[in-house]
């Protein structure tokens, strides 16, 4: 069977995601880390599924923790997606594809915010479709995501190889799975 379309995730594939690094950008003391850690990522799941309003979810938090935390907590929700920073080695594999003439799509978990955020971003130019999950409503691994992303895309499921960090995902989908460190080279023979 040979791949037509390659499938990135964006969290630890094509940029980083590291919850508890990215809170602390915003607070140093371990403690609060800890506390925002729990907190914040309670329901970050519901956030990627569209499950729940980023905005009312935000609002939420900031009622529930100690006034010392509301400024830097509100701007953890106002910053965060600049926290993921670009994969290098990903990103020199997406632009050789694409020399190739090998489509890249994106399907990605993440919060409407997130999807907003990123619309524009220059790393995102190179794909040839991207998806992420809370504007419509799903989430991997449920099914209908992906049925959704092949429609959209008019993609033969078959033809697509799927690159995600998630070993449950890519499990659960019977797809390969690499990481960053482990992504092939293209031989430039």
Not at 7 to 18: A, C, E, L, S
Not at 37 to 53: N, Q, R
Request: with cysteine.
């Amino acid at each position: 069977m040979k791949y037509k379309n390659i499938v990135f995730d964006f969290g630890n594939v094509i940029g980083t995601f590291n919850g508890r690094e990215i809170i602390r950008s915003f607070v140093t003391d371990e403690t609060d880390v800890d506390y925002l850690c729990d907190l914040i990522y309670a329901h970050w799941a519901e956030l990627d599924s569209g499950a729940i309003d980023y905005q009312e979810y935000r609002n939420e938090i900031l009622r529930t923790i100690p006034e010392r935390l509301y400024d830097p907590v509100d701007l953890f929700f106002r910053e965060w997606p600049g926290c993921a920073k670009p994969l290098p080695q990903t990103l020199a594999f997406v632009r050789e594809l694409k020399e190739r003439g090998i489509p890249v799509y994106l399907l990605s978990n993440a919060p409407t915010y997130f999807a907003d955020y990123m619309k524009d971003h220059e790393i995102l130019k190179p794909f040839d479709g991207i998806l992420f999950s809370a504007p419509i409503h799903m989430a991997k691994p449920d099914q209908e995501i992906y049925e959704y992303f092949f429609r959209k895309f008019d993609l033969n499921p078959s033809e697509c190889f799927f690159i995600d960090d998630l070993e449950k995902i890519s499990r659960e989908r019977k797809m390969p799975v690499w990481t960053e460190s482990s992504l092939p080279v293209i031989s430039r023979q």
